[in-house]
Nanobody
Framework: QVQLVESGGGLVQPGGSLRLSCRTSESLWGIPIMGWHRQGPGKQRELVAS???????NYADSVKDRFTIFRDNANKTVWLQMNNLKPEDTAVYYC???????WGQGTQVTVSS
């Protein structure tokens, strides 16, 4: 089972940016789809972005044009670049390989002035 370690979260003001990293224990060449999910306070976990092994990405409407997901298959890392952050982006962020049954510890993102 692949191991996942997320990092890069923190406290940022509205309009700010963060880049999250997800380091995996296996080469990503064998993982067709990687996703970033988030779980806000009192909310269900939701998928915000996914990327295929070939680099094709999809985004939730709430983050489209603000977030970018990308991956380095050989270096076993997936990133989530988050720009123009809003208070509603506050959540614990997790990466996971499809079908999204394996999780790391997550990284907390707090957007507040």
């Amino acid at each position: 089972q692949v191991q996942l370690v997320e990092s890069g979260g923190g406290l940022v003001q509205p309009g700010g940016s963060l880049r999250l990293s997800c380091r995996t224990s296996e080469s990503l060449w064998g993982i067709p789809i990687m996703g970033w999910h988030r779980q806000g306070p009192g909310k269900q976990r939701e998928l915000v972005a996914s990327v295929t092994v070939g680099g094709r990405s999809n985004y939730a409407d709430s983050v489209k044009d603000r977030f970018t997901i990308f991956r380095d298959n050989a270096n076993k890392t997936v990133w989530l670049q988050m720009n123009n952050l809003k208070p509603e982006d506050t959540a614990v962020y997790y990466c996971s390989p499809f079908p999204y049954r394996t999780w790391g510890q997550g990284t907390q993102v707090t957007v507040s002035s």
